[in-house]
């Protein structure tokens, strides 16, 4: 970064140096072309009047170097002194002669073909001093950029170096706050998530050691403590696949998955828990094919038909229809009222906590699709009504 100001500043400088030079040598010969001409014509006005006085003889004398003179009188007597100076770019002036005859005098105009030495000088040192000023007004420009970056690494309070950063920097801090605060939320949830489970497990467990439990006890009481340690398993799996596509995670080696293919698969795996509460599950449409993570599409897919099976009512459907570019996934269950519909993808957010937790759900679910579907350029939509059902669609590019 230093460097490339340094070079912008550099070319600048120079452009900006050459271009004044340039400006200024035109004004300078305009100038002394100008002063030539008023010598020209004074001096060619004053050797009119020699002629008219002395005569001819008068000029070889009285014209100075470098000025060529020719006079031509009205009898067709003509005369020249000096030498015509080369066409290339001259000074004329002319003088009446009292006879009725003119004289005309020609010097060569003024140029800088003998600064040219002198210019070429003044632009290097104007090249050198413009290479040290860029370099010095760099490294002042982006030290306020190194201040921003050391102020947020030592305590985290930013402060603006420019009054210009000052929007960037309530940005960053707004953002980094924000993200703070959602970390936070995401430990505490975690924790208290991972704990209730852990509690009554080691609540049971004691019993059992302390020989407080009847020998009818034990069976049941082992059960619970299975089902809470299957929850949270299944709570640690959900957290570290969150995390794992939270670490920015691209599609490694991305292949084309059947999406038809892959739904009937997991319907297929679902069927016994969807028997369980007299729950169809159908299938149906077309192929499609979706490049990327067969595993990750596979559980997005999962999750969304578990939660079709999860949140119906007995004997209810579950109908997924994999389209052109889309898939959906639709039940006729509960239903999520409006003001639930937008927060339902927030990681641990769930509409009614026991019946979540009850079915066996983490409450991360829909996060993990959300992620998915992204990732692999897929949009969420969603069209729910209370105790008509819900219709999640995810449609791919
Ligand atoms: P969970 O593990 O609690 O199911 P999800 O992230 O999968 O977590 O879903 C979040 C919440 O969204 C659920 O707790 C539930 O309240 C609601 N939800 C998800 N899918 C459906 C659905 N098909 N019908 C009704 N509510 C649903």
Request: aromatic share 4%; with cysteine; hydrophobic share 40%.
């Amino acid at each position: 970064m230093n460097e490339k100001i340094t070079l912008h500043l550099f070319y600048t400088a120079v452009a900006a140096a050459i271009i004044a030079l340039a400006a200024g040598c035109l004004v300078i010969l305009g100038g002394v072309r100008q002063q030539a001409r008023i010598r020209l014509d004074r001096q060619a006005a004053a050797l009119g009047e020699a002629f008219d006085r002395y005569g001819p003889e008068s000029l070889e004398t009285l014209t100075p170097e470098g000025v060529y003179l020719s006079f031509r009188l009205p009898d067709g007597t003509s005369g020249t002194v000096g030498e015509l100076p080369e066409d290339r770019g001259v000074l004329t002036a002319q003088a009446a002669l009292s006879g009725g005859g003119t004289l005309e005098a020609i010097a060569e105009a003024p140029d800088l073909d003998g600064s040219y030495g002198e210019i070429a000088v003044i632009v290097l040192a104007v090249a050198a001093m413009a290479a040290v000023a860029a370099a010095f007004r760099a490294r002042a420009i982006v030290k306020p950029i190194r201040v921003l970056a050391d102020s947020v690494d030592r305590d985290g309070a930013i402060t603006a170096p420019y009054p210009e950063m000052e929007p960037l920097v309530r940005q960053l801090q707004s953002s980094r706050s924000s993200e703070q605060d959602m970390r936070q939320e995401f430990t505490a949830n975690v924790t208290h998530e991972l704990k209730t489970p852990l509690t009554t497990i080691s609540g049971y467990a004691e019993m059992i050691a302390n020989g407080m439990a009847r020998p009818n006890d034990v069976k049941p009481f082992a059960e619970k403590i299975h089902a809470e340690s299957s929850r949270m398993l299944m709570l640690v799996n959900d957290i570290l696949e969150l995390s794992r596509l939270d670490s920015g995670e691209t599609l490694e080696n991305p292949e084309p998955v059947d999406m038809l293919a892959l739904s009937m698969e997991c319907a297929d795996q679902l069927s016994a828990l969807a028997e369980k509460r007299g729950i169809q599950i159908h299938v149906s449409g077309s192929a499609m094919t979706v490049v990327g993570d067969e595993r990750k599409l596979w559980e997005m897919l999962y999750n969304l038909m578990e939660n079709a099976i999860r949140y119906n009512r007995e004997n209810g459907r579950v109908d997924v229809v994999v389209s052109d570019r889309a898939v959906t996934v639709k039940d006729t269950g509960i239903g999520i009222s409006p003001e639930h519909q937008k927060r339902i993808f927030e990681r641990f957010y769930r509409v009614d906590k026991s019946h979540s937790r009850a079915t066996g759900g983490t409450g991360l679910g829909l996060s993990i699709v959300k992620h998915v579907a992204e990732m692999h350029g897929g949009k969420i939509s969603l069209k729910s009504a209370l105790n008509a059902g819900t219709e999640i669609t995810v449609n791919f590019t």
